[in-house]
């Protein structure tokens, strides 16, 4: 599993296009940090799942913390201080439903993201 630096912006190189996504080759590579918005009501989340989802994670995780901390959770997911581990969640997957007609299932184990804080190894759960 690679490691990433979520405070530094990806490095450039020659591949790497920098104009509009829509004049864009299709096949065109973009460094990009992914991860899933839970708790929005913007997108048609009720504002409580947040809290759920953290819950049921600190069942795989008791040592999980949410908090924001300028040092080890910048970016405000949720995450613990170790490195991730594809086996931590097996096959499991995160369902959402949207309505009637939209349904989101995560394997929450692409949802990890290894990275560094103050020298120390982190595994964040991208998910906010």
């Known amino acids: 599993m690679d490691t990433f630096d979520l405070m530094k912006a990806p490095e450039k190189t020659k591949d790497v296009y920098e ?3 829509l004049e864009a080759d299709p096949t065109t590579e973009f460094p990009v940090y992914g991860h899933f918005n839970t708790g929005y009501p913007f997108i ?24 924001f901390d300028k040092e080890y ?19 499991a997957k ?14 929450m184990k692409e949802l990890l993201v ?11 759960f991208a998910m906010q």
């Not at 989340?45 to 040592?63: G, K, N, W, Y």
């Not at 290894?114 to 964040?124: L, R």
């Open 19 to 21: 104009g509009s996504l």
């Open 94 to 107: 995160l369902t959402f439903a949207f309505g009637s007609d939209a349904t989101f299932n995560l394997p």
């Open 44 to 67: 048609g989340v009720d504002e409580h799942v947040a809290s759920t989802m953290i819950s049921e994670l600190q069942h795989f995780r008791p040592d999980l913390s949410c908090d």
């Open 114 to 124: 290894n990275y560094t804080a103050s020298g120390e190894s982190c595994c964040g």
């Open 73 to 91: 959770n910048p970016m405000s997911v949720c995450y613990w201080r170790d490195s991730c581990s594809d086996e931590l969640f097996g096959d």
